[in-house]
């Protein structure tokens, strides 16, 4: 790694409701730890300044989790708020003032346990030439924009494709983001206010298996992408 440290929020708060599982779907066991564990673990490793952004009801069954799974390592909490947006702003406030404002500072949902780590390393080198850097699938379907019940013109698959886990701006960035996000729209992302301000947002691809859990089908799949034993089938 080099240039400044990067700064990793992991955002752990939500209730994983769409999952329909009975508690926070980062909390399920995965490969015999808690599914936020695989990536409080690869930020940790590769060095980051780790900030997890968790609930208040499961602060301390996740203190517990890194306490038994990721003993000694330097994991700041901080809980977060009722909306994605409330806890964005509650990790970006938890990071120390003294942080290198050109740091990379990465935003990665805590149910995206098969990030691989040369994609987060694509995503820091990226920052210093972009101001931000976002990872994408390209997309395999064919995309349209209707008018009412018309379809109006068809979007060639060449241009398209769906952001993944992780996205990361340079800290000085972040911490205008979160100013905008204070007084902005309340519809609006990270990636909205980060090119409302004029920012260069570069791209990086993403293997397929670097899926966020959502459902109970994606659980399956990402024990199919991540155990390392061979398959029967």
Known sequence: MSGPRPVAIVLAAGTGSRFGANRPKQLLPLLGRPVLIHSLDQHTRLGHHVVTVVGESAREEIAGHIRDHLPGREIDMVVGGDTRRESVLAGIAAIPDDMDPDAAAILRNAA?????????????????????????????????????????????????????????????????????????????????????????IGLVESPRSNIKLTTSDDLGRLLVYMDPRPSEY
């Open 112 to 200: 995206s346990p098969n990030t691989p780590d040369e994609l987060i390393e694509a995503i820091v080198d990226g920052i210093g030439e972009h101001d931000g850097m976002q990872a994408f699938v390209r997309s395999n379907e064919t995309t349209f924009v209707r008018a009412n019940d018309n379809l109006d013109w068809v979007i060639s698959r060449d241009i398209t494709g769906f952001t993944v886990d992780p996205t990361a701006y340079r800290l000085s960035l972040l911490r205008r983001i979160a100013e905008e996000m204070r007084g902005g729209e309340s519809g609006e992302t990270t990636l909205d206010m980060a090119r409302r301000l004029g920012a260069n």
